[in-house]
């Protein structure tokens, strides 16, 4: 793939380098800039004034708004220009004014963010972040560098994670939430600092999951969190269910894997 190559509808007022390689069916807005070390897959949408810098690689089907900056290096003092790199998969829609930075030598070097997510309008995903598939996260929900966020998790509006922090599949965080511990699998959390306020309920709803698994969930969440167990213990009378359901085995695999311990029940009313 080339700048020439393919069908593409690169507008005469864009600056796309030789160097980038563009795929078929490509469209590039006007004053977008797609620098040196880029790679854009068949069939993205690229809209006005966008900037895209490398060594970023995009897959197909891509939608990137208006005023988004898309592989720009870290602002972090570490960084120090090395060709880090973000890659990204297929179908995503990346909103008016969102920043994603490739990764940083000192860490992993590279950003990497899956397939059919939703980055509304400025979202921000920092350096060396690992973001899944089918994600939302609504407007100006940020995560800072080293950040994971699991397939299918809601980071509502204004959310804000910060370094190293872990939000499992299908958590749900709520608006305006700072998350400051790391957020187990299928958890809703909200508040400043964040706390668990039981799963995310809606979303056991639309995966389409039978009554008795989550009746099962709901018993293995009240194990770790209403039980007054210690969080061993609780791992432990869970390990035979995990064994046997795979969504307990998810739930109770985010919990092993944190690294900075996970949030805890806000107090009810």
């Known amino acids: 793939m080339s700048a020439a190559t393919g069908s593409v509808g690169i507008d005469e007022r864009a600056i796309v380098d030789p160097a980038a390689r563009i795929g078929r069916n490509v469209s590039v807005g006007p004053w977008s800039i797609v620098g040196p070390d880029v790679v854009v897959g068949d069939d993205c949408e690229i809209g006005p004034h966008v900037i895209l810098r490398g060594p970023t690689v995009l897959g197909r089907g891509n939608r990137i708004f208006q005023f988004s900056t898309v592989g720009e290096g870290s602002p972090a003092f570490a960084y120090q220009g090395e060709p880090t790199t973000l890659t990204i998969g297929d179908r995503n829609v990346i909103r008016e004014g969102v920043t994603i930075h490739r990764g940083l030598a000192t860490d992993r070097s590279r950003t990497v963010i899956g397939s059919d997510n939703l980055f509304m309008a400025y979202v921000h995903i920092g350096h060396d972040c690992v973001i899944g598939d089918r994600i939302v996260m609504a407007n100006n929900a940020s995560v800072a560098g080293h950040v ?122």
Do not use: W
């Open 148 to 269: 994971s966020v699991g397939d299918e998790a809601v980071l509502s509006g204004y959310a804000g994670v910060p370094q190293f922090r872990s939000i499992g599949a299908y958590a749900f965080v709520g608006a305006m939430s700072l998350v400051t511990k790391d957020v187990p699998a299928y958890v809703t959390v909200d508040g400043n600092p964040a706390g668990a306020v039981g799963l995310n309920v809606e979303r056991l709803r639309r995966l389409g999951l039978g009554d008795e698994v989550k009746k099962t969930l709901q018993d293995a969440y009240n194990t770790v969190y209403r039980r007054g167990l210690t969080l061993a213990e609780a791992l432990r009378e869970l390990q035979p269910i995990a064994a046997e359901v795979p969504e307990v085995a998810c739930f109770v695999g985010s919990i092993e894997a944190s690294e900075h311990g996970i949030v805890r029940e806000r107090r009810r009313q």
